[in-house]
Antibody, heavy 122, light 106 residues
Framework: QVRLQQSGPGLVKPSQTLSLTCEIS??????????WNWFRQSPSRGLEWLGR?????????DYAVSVKSRLTITPDTSNDQFTLQLNSLTHEDTATYFC????????????WGPGTLVIVSS | DIQMTQSPASLSASVGDRVTISCRAS??????VNWYQQKSGKAPRVLIY???SLQSGVPGRFSGSGSGTEFTLTIGTLQPDDFAIYFC?????????FGQGTRLDI
């Protein structure tokens, strides 16, 4: 059974960069059948898709327009994990961040990581 | 971008009731809809994918229907564990988007 475990800071200062890692168990970040996504959730914005990566002949990356200039998702094949880096943080980036596995056939997102509450504050 | 309009925003029900939650997409999305349950402080959990397919391990009292722009999640006989927030999600095209959620209360 695939499991995702998240790690990263819960408090980041404005203008700094957020870095979160999602560690994959019982699957591979290079899987032909999966895409690896990041979402976030806040009371003001609800559930919001941020971006994803997947491997099909080469690595592919898709990003939400709202964060595209600030977001980088990086796969780590050596450790079967993927990371989110979001720079130039503002208070509006305060949210709970989740990673997910997306089945590329059914487009079902399961499992989800447990979530990381990130507060942007000085 | 595709907008998902979910209703109702909140719903009061009792154990044993049958409830339905609706989602409308702003354009035709075939059957690319997932339904999630979320409890306080936890990650969403998928219940239904591809509009009608029951995720492994999910009780059979949950069912989904619809295609095109109109979708429904039905809980056949409410159990105490079902009181939570429910979301629909369109998986037809990027950016993936969600309904605003339905809070199911006793």
């Amino acid at each position: 059974q695939v499991r995702l475990q998240q790690s990263g800071p819960g408090l980041v200062k404005p203008s700094q960069t957020l870095s979160l890692t999602c560690e994959i168990s019982m699957d591979s970040v290079s899987s032909d059948f999966a895409a690896w996504n990041w979402f976030r959730q806040s009371p003001s914005r609800g559930l919001e898709w941020l971006g994803r990566t997947y491997f099909e002949s080469r690595w592919h990356y898709d990003y939400a327009v709202s964060v595209k200039s600030r977001l980088t998702i990086t796969p780590d094949t050596s450790n079967d994990q993927f990371t989110l880096q979001l720079n130039s943080l503002t208070h509006e980036d305060t949210a709970t961040y989740f990673c997910t596995r997306e089945d590329r056939g059914t487009r079902c997102h399961s499992p989800w990581g447990p979530g990381t509450l990130v507060i942007v504050s000085s | 971008d595709i907008q998902m309009t979910q209703s109702p925003a909140s719903l009061s029900a009792s154990v044993g009731d049958r409830v339905t939650i609706s989602c409308r997409a702003s354009q035709n999305i075939a059957t690319y809809v997932n339904w999630y349950q979320q409890k306080s402080g936890k990650a969403p959990r998928v219940l239904i994918y591809a509009a009608t397919s029951l995720q492994s391990g999910v009780p059979g009292r949950f069912s989904g229907s619809g295609s095109g722009t109109e979708f429904t999640l039905t809980i056949g006989t409410l159990q105490p564990d079902d009181f939570a927030i429910y979301f629909c999600q369109q998986a037809y095209s990027l950016p993936y988007s969600f309904g605003q959620g339905t809070r199911l209360d006793i």
